[in-house]
Structures are given as structure tokens and as C-alpha cells.
């Protein structure tokens, strides 16, 4: 019988997978996992601690680097905190601008991905069909913030700007291309043989699993449980709208591929409602020039980030500045996931697995 | 036109009422938002274990550690999955110069990393848990910086 | 046309004796001159390949590709070249430093060393070798040695798996690439790959031999080391295998060596599935060049498509379907020829 000993292998920080900062410390034993250890904060950048010293609205571009492939979500999340510290409500259409713009990031992280999920695996062409979509919604954002990536387009008490009259018939064209669009990542990507096969049965997180160690998003709902904070807890007009919560069967990575698909559609659906219903009127509510929330006061506000639960707990000290800023970040809990689906499968599941949890590292290491 | 309407809303004063049964509790009071349980550290871990069997609480959301001057406050936001509408913020305070609280990862493993990270910046030290070492920062750091005396070096 | 070059070495051997050379040196010369003229092909060979690889893919990811230097970005791989050599040339201080400096040439002289059987036209193979296939075979599973000389002279983990990846599918893949070819050679009977190009003068052997001609295709991309089979290199999770350590020159032998390969497995499929250099009007040199660059536009459109299979999958696929597909081909191609001889055709 032949003798092996265990090696130790770093996936990351300064890898092609790793995305962004991961780094996955490897237990190995030839390609199968033995243990994964993840270390985190290479992309540290004290945010937490630099809100402290912020008044309430410097801390939105901060917020907006949180997750930078979805930044209308974390600074929407960000004001809306605020909001409720302040107890102010914001115009009706600033609302709907701010559905129409979060989902929008929705579908673009989830378009990010599906790209990422197919060079993980090798299929260099999968991402780029995936970010050639991603470009009009940046496109778009370009459009009603002047910023592609990273926007700070949330105010406190509304959005910076109204969409020009541009905006609306590029969103209309890209709606009304989306189910071509994803008919083409089913041709490209989900009918493919070889992703099927490493992705199905891949990484499975159970249910119960999933909801001890505080997964949330698209991974919790893979793993059957149709957990939408947009459904079960809404926040701003997310009580309005008709959409479906995509769930899937057994949690594995297939699942979470095909749930964030979804996804993308429902989000599509949510945009179109919005549109149609979106009212005219202010886009900025009236907000006092220094923003004082009472002394004492404390929030906890979540949304339904493209990664999971989003929650910003902040703590007011009667200042125009936060006492603290706390950040729950969906990465940052989600990736306690990844030793737990990856023991026991080979080296190239790691990988799957990485690229299906969806860690935005600017989020989870803050 | 109120937007932010996800407060707990009716039953609230059934749950205060409820809760108040509850054992160990110091102090409740309540918000728009959330029930606010102030818990000494020695009965955290038997609050939380009621709350997760018998109150069906099974979700850990946040952990969120507050510098106030002489104590330190640590904040734990509980849900339910599938939501069963009761939002309940569990508090614990600590004083500076002993700032060790229970850990929960028996109760919510959920809460392994949290306190981690708890501890990485604000320096909680939560007894009892498995792998208490810095999630965020270098091993090598000294100090934690969200701790209000922390000095800023540009 | 169709014996230029023949025609131009038979010149040059009459030429040299008429000097008062002994015929067998001139002989000497011209295969010495034959090689460097080989080598000569396959480096001019590799940069327009890399350019259409890119373009290929551009293409297939509705991208331009290389278009700022030359026409269509024709002299793009020239410059990468250039840059290649200037580079540093990085030797890992704990490397085995006498086996990671010599894999990359060892690598390269195996690859080059293929293209002595190859028929590149009617009577155009530089030695006409009567165990051509064998030799063929047995030369590319060389490869493999120098991809473990790589990974294990880099003393690095990624390297090692990379490297040990590449053993494990060789041994896999080497079995049903082999008896693949044994259908060919069974109707052919021979082993002579100029014989084998004879013997499709009727019919070539891709209607003959469908299921061969599949199982060679897959297995030659497995020995290949190319998509959806790179597991060896595996960008995406042994950041580049056995070449991680690889830095400039060494590293550009390694990639002269793949498209060297990439190049003969193609032609040699031309050989003995498409007729080799039979084709009507045109000479024979440029048949074979012609339905080579058709094989490989065809290896580069599924290496763009498809993602990369798992390691255990690869072995599973190859002990599991491919080896018994081909074995059943090897019987059923037995019985078909007993049957046709018993008819008496």
C-alpha cells in the first residue's frame, strides 16, 4: 500500500480564481480536499472605522466600494439606514428610481457571475458573453449617474439625479433582450455537458446547514429555502411589485447557478413593474443640510443584496457623525460556507465552489 | 407613504408580554424596529438557546460590537427562517477593563466568524470559542482599531 | 507544382556531387538542410498560428483580437516574441535547476523530432520510416516525461500537480489513441505512413473508420494538453501547471512546443483520415497543408467553447468509454475485413 502525506497548497491571495484577495489555505491529499482554511482581509480597508470620522452622507462612497460590482445595493442599503435613523421618508419616484437601479445591479452582478463561474472552470468565452450584457447596464448607469462602477448615485432622502431621457429606452431594449440573452448562456453555458458535470452534485450545502451558519441570498435559496428579505421583510416599495423566489433542489452548485439565472429574470420582471407604475414627481426629498440624527438612536437595516443579506447597524451619538457603522456583509458570512461544501471533493471543486458562493472581496473584507 | 414599513408592526405588545416570561432577561424596551433585550453576560448563552428552541428565532443575522466609553456593548440581531415576523435584538455589556462575553458558536455557528471579527477589531474576547485568532488584520497587529481609544496614524 | 520542392532537392544533391561530393554526404547535407528548413517552418509556423488562435477567438467572442500592429494585427505575435526573448530569464532559487533548465528544450526537440515521418506531400516525409505510426506514438507520449521534468525541477506544488495531471492522462489517453489508430492500420497494413496515404486512394479512411477518426480526436486533444483537456497548464486553478515557474524564453519553448504539437497531431490526422496530400488540383504539399489548418481550426473552436473537465471525469471518460469504444472498433474492423476477404473483394 502506498504511503501519502497531506500538502498544504495557498489558492490565493494571488491567484486566477481567487477573486480579488481569497485566500483558501488547501489541505490536500493528492486532488482530493482534505480541509479548507480561508483567510480573509487582504482587500481590508477599514471602512467601519472611517465611517466614524465621516458625517452621514461622505459615508455613501464608501458604501458604494463595499460591493463594487453591485454598488447601488450597499449604498441603498447605507441611506436607507440613515432614513430610518432620521425617521424621513423619501418621494415616491425616488423609490422607484431606486428599485429600477438596484435591480439593474442585480442583474449585473449575477451577469458577473456567470461570467466569473465560466472562466473558473475554463470557458473563457461564456464570460464574455456575459460581460458584453453587463456593459449596457453599465452603460446605463453611466447614464443616470455619470458613473459606471462604482456609483454614488444614493442621497440620503433620495437619488442624485432623475434618469434623462436616454435612460429609458436603453433599460426598454435591454428588457426586452434579456430572455435572448439568457436563451444564449442556456445554449452557451447551462446546456454544457462538462459544466453540468462540474457543477451538479458539487458543493452541497444542506438547508439546515445553510441557515446555521447564516448563509443568505441565492446560496440559501439554492439550498431550498425561499428566504427573500425583498419578500419575507420588504424594504422601501419592494412590497408592490409580483415576483417569484427562485429555489433550488439540493444545494450544489448547479443550483446556484441555475437560481441566480432566475434570478435575473425576476429582476427583469421587477424592473418592467417599475417602470410601468413609476410616478413623476421629486427624485430628492427635503433632507436637512446637516444630518443630526438624535443621540442614542440605533438601526439595524437589511436588504436583499445581490450576494445575501445586507445590513448596516449604526449607532448615532447626536453628532452629524456615526457613533459606529457596522457592516454585515453577505460575503464575508457566506464564505463560512466554503469549508464546509468543499472537505471531501477534489482540488477543481474548490474552484467551482468559489466562483458559485460569489464573494465580492471589497464586501467581505470591508 | 412611508417607505420603510418592514417594523415589526401588530403583536408587538404580545411579544413584549411574552418575552418578559422569558428568564434572565434584565431589561426590554422596544423601537419601531426591533424588541430590545438587555441580558447580563453570565445568562447570554441560555437566552439565546431559549430563543432559538422555544422562540423559533434560528437566525443569527448580526453581530455588531459598540464602543461606548467605559463598557462595551455587543449586539446580536435574531430572525426567523421562514420570517415569523418577530425581530428581537439581543444586547450584552461588558466593561472595558473585562471585556470577555460568552461565545454563541454552540448556540449559532453563524456566529464563529462574526465574533471573530468582533474580536480582530473591536477586542472582545469571547470565551469558549474554537478559533479566536484575527479574521481581518495581519497576525501580527497590535491593537484594535474600531476601539474608540485606538490612535489613528495617517 | 507538385514536385517543386522534390525536385529542388534533387537539384541540390546533383549539384553538390557534380562538385565531387560522395553521394552519401550529399545525402547527409540535404537531410541536415531538410531539417532546418522543417524547424525553419514550424517557428514561422507558430507565430502565424498564435495569430490565428487569436483571431479564432476574437471571433468566437465577438471580439476583434490583435489589430493594432500590421495589417490585422498580423506582426502582434512577432512583437510578443521579441518581448518573450528580452525577458528575464527566472530560475526559482530551490529549483532543480538542471531539470528545469533542460525540460523546456527536451520538450521542444520531442515535439520537433515528430515531424520526421510526417508525409508533408507525395513522397515529402524526411525519412520514410517503415514503423512510422509507432514511432509517431511513441514519440508523443515522450512529451509527457518532460511536462514531470518540468513540474518536479520547479519545486513548486502547483507544478507538481500540473505535472502529475499530465502523467495520469497520458497513461489514460495513450491507450485509446493508439488502438484508434490500430482500425487504420489493419486496412491499410502498414505501418508506413506514405503507405497509408496510398492506401486511401479509393476511399479515405474518415468514411472507413467515423469511430476512430472520434475516439483520435478526443484523445489527441488530451495529449495535447489543450481545452477542454488542459489540465496540465489549468489557468484557472493550477494558475499554469507545470509552466508556473516558466519565465521568458524557457517559457516560450514550452508554447513553441504545444502548437508544434498542436501541428503534427493535426497533420498526421490529415494523413491517415483525410487522404493526406490527395486532392484534386492542387499539389499534394498544399492539400495537406490546407486540410491541417481545417483540423486545427477545429481543435482551436472547441478549446474556446468549452470549459475544462474535471480530472477524475477525464480518467473516468477515457477508462470507461473511450478505451471500449475503440476496442469494439478494433473487432468490429477485424470482422469487416475477414468478411470482405471471404467475399473476395
Given at each position: 500500500m502506498l504511503k501519502t502525506d497531506p500538502y498544504t497548497i495557498n489558492i490565493g491571495p494571488q491567484h486566477p480564481s481567487a477573486h480579488g484577495g481569497l485566500r483558501a489555505e488547501t489541505i490536500m491529499d493528492g486532488e482530493d480536499v482534505q480541509d479548507v482554511i480561508v483567510h480573509l482581509g487582504?482587500?481590508?480597508?477599514?471602512v467601519e472605522k472611517i465611517a466614524e470620522s465621516r458625517t452621514y452622507a461622505q459615508f455613501v462612497p464608501y458604501a458604494s466600494r463595499l460591493d463594487y460590482l453591485a454598488s447601488h445595493l450597499p449604498t441603498l442599503g447605507y441611506v436607507q439606514a440613515v432614513e430610518k435613523l432620521l425617521g424621513i421618508t423619501v418621494p415616491e419616484r425616488a423609490e422607484y428610481i431606486r428599485v429600477i437601479v438596484a435591480e439593474l445591479s442585480r442583474i449585473a452582478s449575477h451577469l458577473i457571475f456567470a461570467g466569473s463561474l465560466a472562466i473558473d472552470l475554463g470557458a473563457t468565452t461564456g464570460m464574455i458573453y456575459c460581460y458584453r450584457d453587463r456593459e449596457r447596464i453599465m452603460d446605463m448607469f453611466e447614464m443616470s449617474s455619470g458613473q459606471r462602477l462604482i456609483a454614488s448615485y444614493m442621497r440620503i432622502g433620495g437619488v442624485s439625479h432623475d434618469f434623462p431621457d436616454s435612460f429609458y429606452p436603453a433599460v426598454k431594449s435591454f428588457l426586452g433582450d434579456l430572455p435572448k440573452m439568457i436563451s444564449e448562456y442556456h445554449g452557451l453555458l447551462s446546456g454544457n455537458e462538462i459544466l453540468q458535470a462540474r457543477c451538479k452534485g458539487v458543493g452541497v450545502l444542506s438547508a439546515d446547514d445553510a441557515i446555521a451558519y447564516g448563509i443568505t441570498g441565492p446560496n440559501l435559496r439554492a439550498?431550498?429555502?425561499?428566504?427573500d428579505i425583498r419578500r419575507e421583510d420588504p424594504y422601501g416599495i419592494y412590497d408592490r411589485f409580483e415576483f417569484n423566489v427562485p429555489t433550488g433542489h439540493c444545494g450544489d452548485s448547479w443550483d446556484r447557478y441555475t437560481v441566480r439565472i432566475e434570478e435575473i429574470e425576476q429582476s427583469g420582471r421587477i424592473i418592467e413593474q417599475a417602470l410601468r407604475d413609476m410616478p413623476a414627481g421629486d427624485y430628492l426629498g427635503k433632507v436637512p443640510r446637516i444630518i443630526k440624527p438624535p443621540a442614542g438612536r440605533e438601526v439595524y437595516h437589511r436588504i436583499e443584496s445581490a450576494k445575501g443579506e445586507l445590513g448596516y447597524h449604526i449607532v448615532s451619538n447626536?453628532?452629524?457623525?456615526?457613533h459606529r457603522v457596522h457592516v454585515r456583509a453577505p460575503s464575508f458570512v457566506n464564505m463560512m460556507a466554503l469549508p464546509l461544501v468543499s472537505r471531501g471533493g477534489k482540488l477543481q471543486d474548490i474552484i467551482t465552489n468559489i466562483a458559485t458562493l460569489d464573494p465580492v472581496l471589497g464586501e467581505s473584507d470591508r | 407613504m412611508t417607505s420603510h414599513d418592514n417594523s415589526i408592526g401588530v403583536g408587538a405588545a404580545e411579544l413584549m408580554a411574552a418575552l418578559r416570561q422569558l428568564a434572565g432577561i434584565d431589561e426590554i424596551s422596544q423601537d419601531e424596529f426591533f424588541v430590545y433585550l438587555q441580558v447580563d453576560v453570565s445568562r447570554l448563552v441560555s437566552v439565546m438557546r431559549s430563543l432559538l428552541n422555544d422562540w423559533g428565532m434560528n437566525y443569527l443575522a448580526n453581530l455588531s460590537a459598540v464602543d461606548y466609553d467605559s463598557e462595551f456593548e455587543v449586539v446580536y440581531h435574531l430572525y426567523a427562517i421562514p420570517d415569523n415576523g418577530k425581530k428581537i435584538a439581543v444586547k450584552v455589556r461588558v466593561p472595558h477593563q473585562q471585556a470577555q462575553v460568552p461565545s454563541l458558536v454552540t448556540v449559532f455557528p453563524t456566529a464563529d466568524w462574526q465574533e471573530r471579527e468582533a474580536f480582530d477589531l473591536m477586542g472582545i474576547s469571547f470565551s469558549g470559542h474554537p478559533n479566536l485568532v484575527r479574521i481581518l488584520l495581519p497576525d501580527d497587529f497590535s491593537g484594535h482599531p474600531l476601539r474608540k481609544d485606538f490612535r489613528k496614524e495617517a | 507544382m507538385e514536385t517543386i520542392f522534390i525536385d529542388i532537392a534533387e537539384f541540390l544533391t546533383s549539384w553538390m556531387v557534380g562538385l565531387g561530393l560522395a553521394p552519401l554526404w550529399a545525402d547527409l547535407i540535404i537531410t541536415i538542410l531538410q531539417w532546418a528548413v522543417i524547424v525553419l517552418i514550424i517557428t514561422v509556423n507558430t507565430i502565424v498560428l498564435v495569430w490565428m488562435e487569436r483571431k479564432v477567438s476574437g471571433f468566437i467572442q465577438e471580439r476583434i483580437g490583435p489589430n493594432r500592429l500590421g495589417p490585422f494585427g498580423a506582426f502582434q505575435t512577432i512583437a510578443d516574441t521579441l518581448k518573450l526573448l528580452t525577458k528575464e530569464d527566472i530560475v526559482p532559487a530551490r529549483a532543480d535547476k538542471l531539470i528545469f533548465k533542460t525540460a523546456p528544450m527536451f520538450f521542444i526537440i520531442v515535439s520537433v523530432m515528430l515531424y520526421a515521418v510526417l508525409p508533408l506531400g507525395n513522397n515529402m516525409a524526411v525519412v520514410n520510416l517503415n514503423v512510422g505510426l509507432f514511432y509517431f506514438i511513441s514519440l508523443g507520449s515522450l512529451s509527457t516525461i518532460c511536462l514531470l521534468m518540468a513540474g518536479w525541477g520547479s519545486n513548486n506544488k502547483w507544478s507538481l500537480v500540473g505535472a502529475m495531471r499530465s502523467v495520469a492522462q497520458m497513461i489514460s489517453y495513450e491507450i485509446p489513441l493508439a488502438f484508434s489508430l490500430l482500425g487504420v492500420v489493419m486496412i491499410a497494413g502498414s505501418l508506413n505512413l506514405s503507405d497509408i496515404v496510398t492506401a486511401q486512394n479509393r476511399l479515405w479512411f474518415i468514411i472507413l473508420q467515423p469511430v476512430a477518426f472520434i475516439v483520435y480526436f478526443i484523445a489527441a486533444t488530451a495529449e495535447l494538453n489543450r481545452g477542454p483537456f488542459d489540465m496540465p497548464e489549468a489557468e484557472q486553478e493550477l494558475t499554469a501547471g507545470a509552466y508556473t515557474e516558466y519565465t521568458g524564453m524557457r517559457w516560450a519553448l514550452f508554447f513553441l512546443a504545444e502548437y508544434t504539437n498542436l501541428v503534427a497531431v493535426s497533420a498526421l490526422a490529415a494523413t491517415l483520415f483525410f487522404g493526406g496530400g490527395q486532392g484534386p488540383l492542387l499539389p499534394s504539399w498544399l492539400w495537406i497543408i490546407i486540410k491541417t489548418y481545417l483540423i486545427m481550426l477545429v481543435f482551436m473552436w472547441m478549446k474556446w467553447t468549452f470549459p475544462r473537465i474535471r480530472m477524475d471525469h477525464l480518467l473516468s471518460f477515457s477508462w470507461k468509454v473511450l478505451i471500449p469504444v475503440s476496442l469494439a472498433n478494433i473487432l468490429v474492423t477485424g470482422a469487416g475485413l475477414e468478411l470482405f476477404r471471404w467475399m473476395g473483394w
Open positions: 487582504y482587500v481590508h480597508r477599514s439550498s431550498g429555502v425561499a428566504y447626536g453628532t452629524d457623525k456615526p | - | -
